[in-house]
C-alpha cells in the first residue's frame, strides 16, 4: 500500500476548523460522561484522537499524538496532547490555557513552538481512537461530531 502524501497547511487549517466547530455545535449535554463537557479543557487527548481519525478518513494520512508533560513557562502545565503530521503541529485545544496567561488559538497548525517545545513530549505513532483498545465513549463521541459535519 502506498503512504498518503500529507497535506498542506491550509487543507489542515480548514479541517481542524471545521472539526472544531462541529464539536462546539454539539450541545454539551449529548456527550456521554465527561468527555468534550467542558470543550476544550481537560480533552485534549482525546479531541486529538477523534480529530486524527477524521483527518486519515479525509487526506488518508496518519497523526502522531504527541503528549506533553511539564510545559510552559514554569513547567506548570501539568499535561496537554496534540497531533503532528510530519512537520507540522495541529491542535484545537490549546486556547484552554488562556486563563493561565497563553494567548493560544483555538485552532493551531503549524511549526512547533517554543510553547510546544516546553513540553517533555512522548510521540505515539498512530492517534486515531480507532486504533485504542475500548474507546466505546469515543466511538459515541464521534458519532455525534459526524452528525454536525455530515448532517
Known sequence: MMAAVAPDHATLYRLAQQFRRAIEAV?????????FRDFPAGC?????????????EQTGVIA??????????????????????????????????RDRGYALDPVYVGPSTDWY???????????????????????????RIMGELHP
Open 44 to 56: 485534549c487527548g482525546d479531541t486529538s484522537n477523534v480529530l486524527a481519525t477524521y483527518l486519515f
Open 64 to 97: 502522531d499524538y504527541c503528549s506533553g508533560r511539564a510545559g510552559g513557562r514554569d513547567h506548570e502545565i501539568y499535561s496537554h496532547a496534540w497531533l503532528r503530521i510530519n512537520d507540522l503541529i495541529v491542535d484545537i485545544t490549546a486556547d484552554q490555557f
Open 117 to 143: 517545545n516546553s513540553f517533555d513530549i512522548t510521540i505515539e505513532a498512530d492517534a486515531r481512537h480507532t486504533s485504542i483498545k475500548d474507546v466505546n465513549w469515543l466511538d459515541i463521541a464521534w458519532q
Open 27 to 35: 450541545p454539551r449535554e449529548e456527550f456521554i460522561g465527561l468527555v
